[in-house]
C-alpha cells in the first residue's frame, strides 16, 4: 500500500527548498556584509591618505612634471 501524502504540504515544502535554494544563491553572489563593506572602505580611505601624505611635492599645476 502506497504512503498518503498531503499534497498542499508537499507543495509547500517545495517552494520552501526553492526559496532557500535561491537564498543561497544571492548569498553566494552578493556575500559580504555591511560591516565588511564599511571595512574595507574605511581601509581604502586610510591608504589613499597614507600614499597622499608620503608625496614629496604637492601637485599645483595640471601637468604634474617638473618645470
Given at each position: 500500500?502506497?504512503?498518503i501524502?498531503?499534497?498542499?504540504l508537499?507543495?509547500?515544502a517545495?517552494a520552501?527548498?526553492?526559496?532557500?535554494?535561491?537564498?543561497d544563491?544571492?548569498r553566494?553572489?552578493h556575500?559580504?556584509?555591511a560591516?565588511?563593506?564599511?571595512?574595507?572602505?574605511a581601509e581604502?580611505e586610510?591608504?589613499?591618505?597614507?600614499?597622499?601624505?608620503?608625496?614629496?611635492?604637492?601637485d599645483s599645476?595640471s601637468?604634474?612634471?617638473?618645470?
Open positions: 500500500m502506497a504512503e501524502i498531503n499534497l498542499r508537499a507543495r509547500k517545495k520552501r527548498a526553492a526559496d532557500k535554494a535561491q537564498a544563491s544571492n553566494a553572489r556575500g559580504r556584509t560591516a565588511e563593506r564599511k571595512a574595507t572602505e581604502a586610510r591608504l589613499a591618505r597614507t600614499v597622499d601624505g608620503a608625496r614629496r611635492e604637492k599645476d601637468n604634474g612634471g617638473p618645470d
